[in-house]
């Protein structure tokens, strides 16, 4: 069982904090060391100290943090962004999850009719969502947002949704980065989850947001930042399998704030012949956008579009050339590795193209001509 306590806002220095209290009972734990321990290692890091001590000694606690400018939007009428935090998490576990503060009743019926049933197989079953709901639309500033890591799909979504062209109701108002994807590598043990994540931070998360919040600026946009403990306390690992979760949960911890949410879209979700909890999460991207809507935030899948018609139209964008971020390595230099396959899904079509020689400030031209 996983037990979602009722929603409380904290201030912390110059942020403030979304909290829900949870609990997570032991065969829980064990179960997710035992699913998790089972798939790559380069995902996941919960076969050490998991579960955190810190859950007997302080009580568990998961939250979103935003600079105190932002605070006003956090949403604690609702359990919204916590179910859908732990929803990869109980699935995989056999977990129900109950929730003391009410959720969205559009959401609870996406995700009882829809996504629970579509993701039960292979030995997962269907699971309960035990508490309150409320069909009450939430305050908000009908903010629109679109996620901006710096990459093609992020790039391409901010050319159709941000410019003159976008619909009045589905313009871009807000650019978002989401501390919410760290990548723990292949490491030797004995391993310090608190040393991975800053020094993921430190490479890659800062470097991106700075450069996220460079575009955005260009584009006449705020930028806003959320940090969580999605992994430091819980997940440990596995991006691929719920990239998708937590971004939407990241965007629901707004919900004050937001009535839309531009997904930048692989161009995958929609051509999927198997919907499954160990897929990655943009295969079924057009279902979770079904699922997880609210009465007052809804999903929007940017776009369908090959990746190499998105670079044909974005490859001459300065901000493009100067920032792309399309990396699966923290690089020391902050420059994309060239050796990964988001780097080569990104140069082999821009050298067909004939565009890849205006890169060089963001890949190594040299290495991927020489091999």
């Known amino acids: 069982?996983?037990?979602?306590?009722?929603?409380?806002?904290?201030?912390?220095?110059?942020?403030t904090e979304l909290h829900a209290p949870v609990t997570i009972s032991d065969d829980t734990a064990q179960r997710f060391i035992e699913v998790t321990s089972g798939l790559p290692n380069v995902s996941w890091l919960t076969t050490c100290d998991y579960p955190p001590a810190s859950w007997s000694e302080e009580g568990s606690s998961m939250w979103f943090a935003v600079t105190a400018d932002y605070g006003k939007y956090l949403c604690c009428e609702r359990s919204d962004a916590f179910v859908i935090a732990f929803f990869w998490y109980a699935m995989v576990t056999g977990s129900d999850?109950?929730?003391?503060?009410?959720?969205?009743?559009?959401?609870?019926?996406?995700?009882?009719?829809?996504?629970?049933?579509?993701?039960?197989?292979?030995?997962?079953?269907?699971?309960?969502?035990?508490?309150?709901?409320?069909?009450?639309?939430?305050?908000?500033?009908?903010?629109?947002?679109c996620g901006m890591s710096c990459g093609a799909d992020a790039m391409y979504a901010l050319h159709i949704y941000g410019g003159s062209n976008a619909p009045d109701d589905l313009k871009i108002t807000h650019?978002?980065?989401?501390?919410?994807?760290?990548?723990?590598?292949?490491?030797?043990?004995?391993?310090?989850?608190?040393?991975?994540?800053?020094?993921?931070?430190?490479?890659?998360?800062?470097?991106?947001?700075?450069?996220?919040?460079?575009?955005a600026g260009h584009q006449g946009l705020p930028l806003i930042e959320v940090w969580t403990n999605f992994d430091r306390d819980y997940y440990r690992g596995g991006l691929i399998y719920t990239g998708m979760y937590r971004f939407l949960c990241c965007t629901l911890a707004l919900e004050h704030l937001f009535s839309a949410y531009i997904i930048a879209s692989s161009g995958n979700g929609h051509n999927v012949q198997k919907t499954s909890l160990f897929v990655p999460t943009q295969h079924y991207e057009d279902l979770l956008c079904e699922s997880c809507g609210t009465e007052s935030l809804r999903y929007i899948i940017s776009d369908h579009a090959l990746r190499i018609d998105k670079l044909r139209k974005i490859a001459d964008d300065s901000d493009f050339r100067k920032y792309v971020s399309v990396c699966s390595n923290d690089t020391e230099d902050g420059k994309n590795c060239g050796e990964c396959f988001g780097c080569w899904k990104t140069m082999i079509p821009l050298d067909l193209l004939g565009k890849l020689d205006n890169f060089g400030e963001r890949f190594d031209l040299d290495r991927y001509n020489k091999e």
């Open 97 to 145: 999850i109950s929730f003391e503060a009410p959720i969205s009743k559009k959401l609870y019926d996406g995700l009882t009719q829809k996504l629970i049933p579509a993701l039960s197989g292979d030995g997962y079953g269907e699971i309960r969502l035990d508490g309150p709901t409320s069909d009450e639309p939430v305050w908000n500033e009908n903010g629109v947002v």
């Open 175 to 215: 650019s978002s980065y989401y501390h919410a994807d760290y990548l723990f590598p292949y490491l030797d043990p004995p391993y310090d989850v608190d040393k991975i994540i800053e020094k993921s931070e430190q490479l890659y998360s800062r470097r991106t947001a700075e450069k996220a919040r460079v575009i």
């Open 1 to 15: 069982m996983i037990s979602i306590g009722k929603p409380y806002i904290t201030e912390k220095g110059d942020r």
